[in-house]
């Protein structure tokens, strides 16, 4: 795997994820090292580590190819032999012949193990593990695709860690809180004398396209003291915030306006033109949307804008297509075509063409009607294409978030975010 | 940012972008590390660096705020003092004056540089870069955000290494060939003695969800010499793998689709169900899409598919709406309710609910109608929902992909892969 991230083909997503894993474990993890497949620089890197820290977290480098090398480097490193283990034998003939595939007698190689290391079992491929004690260290092996690393960190290295008093006495926890409808500085304006004083939890804001995270962090001996911590905060901002905080951690924003349309009870229809069926796309990406998502047109050409939502050739003529007039009419004929209570209508220019000096690139109107209010605005996203589409989802959506939870608030029901 | 990285709260796409960068000057990159923001083991982490490396990047901590240290601590290291730079502070003062945002006391900070360097101008922030020949190794500090870091490269750096012949003798160049409608194991065999025997270039798989990829990198002397053996490779490739190749590099499948539909002369109607849109969207991402796509309907409900689609009450009945007699009739809907020449319906469970012992989540079926030719087919994809979806959009756009590709060969125009 070095190689191909020392080439910049890939990025280093299992660094995140074992740094994620670590922290959440309360072990600092201060460094992060890439090398490539050449056993001189991996054993000069892996010296280097073993000096400076306690655990050392190596990934790739475990498969059948001659470029896997990273069992035999740390076997010298270790001064230790390399030793053919019987029942790695068994399990990789297993695999092989669960899956129907071929061996080659490079799999061979695979079976060996470093003399007095723990093997890792490897539900998801053929290449084991290792863990190795040495000298009041701990190296892991683990190989290098994601989806075999992490149930192997989950299932047995992260409980011999606990197990065996690493992890550490401060834990840190973080709670991301996501907001929609605020601009970056505006958020940031609300909040921030409580991001200048407070110390721990502490407070970071990220912006994303059409959104902006907060990214409350404890340190503390233990987790419940660590939530407690968290929860206060996200009380005090989501009094500063209100509504806008949408919903926590890995809560996206069409997840949270379908729980909210769930609770509301009501239906939805789209009529997307320039975003193609980027939001039906969004919203159906939500396990169970059908239970409020009832359908979508796309309606790319003037024609089908005419013909399947009832926009009126008077209305496509005087105002065009990309106008507040047309969204009106379009959201009416989603509505009508699909029977639902509620319908949100996307007409724009995405570009990089088709701009005018009265709607450049990035002119977006967007309707949303409801049984209790409507809204529609235009609005001005910048290019490139992806981003004007992307931020127009979101904006729709953002509306709809908002319009809802003023129905929750007249029920007499706090409108709340909605958590992972 | 590298205490955000090593507590896995982000990813290190500079990491990638600085590698891929020195690969395409020839320059081998051999380690990559990450510290947090903390002096002593920055400190440590650069001297480490500099025994072994002769150019050193890093990027991150030039900010305006406490945490921000690295131009400090990298002059600790070189022994140099830090001097107030009166061309880096008008530069600073101009941005503030050009964005109207407010300066605080800590902008100050930015306006001093490492004594005898050279300054990189940010064009879009606030933090110069800073560039210092120190005892024959160069070092080079780059603010973190990717968008004032790339501009900053390669306006600047990079051709300061050229100029200064730190660019490799050695050329490293590689060429992605992205190839749908075969798996990985079916790819790789038809090429594999190709993947044993060639030194130069050599040839790599990558399995992605839906399409398989191979990368042809050339190491040369020159960039035109690595091109020459690159193009050759690809057209024995070519020669194995034929229309399956659709295209080079970054070109999506939706983009190479788009291609040959407008090379065709054809234009396109959508009937989406379980996709819920996705597929519009992948073929509405491209720009001059309205060219031959007209639009879709997404017909998440049965009540949909019979009014909007013109789906019968009695195939709904017997067959159910993951059927290819659904499928058949949603896809005459389409054509028909746009005036389309070519349709692509797709009706499927995409999960985690719904599934049955006759049809499990993840049973598609997919329905492509041209004027020459219809193909319908059931198909069976993995959970998660996401990759259900996915791989759903994928083998529609392959099917359509493949039957244009026919079209083209009728004609007696080649069918080629789409270019970058």
Redesign the interface.
Known sequence: MGTE?????????N?????????SLGVN????????D?AA?MA??IR?AAE?SDILLITGGLGPTMDDITKEVLAGVLGRDMVFDESVWQEITGYFTRTG?AMTANNRRQAFVIEGSSVLHNRYGTAPGILVEHDRRVYVLFPGPPRELHPMFEDQVRPYLVDHGYAGREV?H?RLLRICGLGESTAEDMVKDLMATSQNPTIAPYASLGEVHL?V?AKTQDIREARALIDGMTMRLRERLGDNIFGFDETTLERAVGARLREVGVTLA?A?S????????R???V????DY?????????N??KK??LGVSATTLAEHGAVSLETAREMVDGAMK???SDIGIAITGV????GGSPQKPVGTVCIAVKTPWEEEAGVHQFRPP??DI?WRSSQQALTSLWLLLGKVLAARGEPPEPVGP
Chains 1, 2 share one sequence.
């Open positions: 991230l020392l080439l910049g083909q890939i990025v280093n997503t660094a995140q994820y074992l740094s994620r894993q670590m922290a993890v201060y460094f992060q090292t890439v090398v490539g050449n620089r000069f890197v280097q400076r595939r840190i973080s990214r962090t789209l997307e320039c975003t193609g069926g980027l939001l039906g796309q919203i159906t990406s396990p169970g949307s059908s998502f009832l359908g979508g047109i796309v309606s790319y050409s024609e089908a013909s399947l075509a699909f029977g995405a570009g990089p063409s294409r992806a589409n």
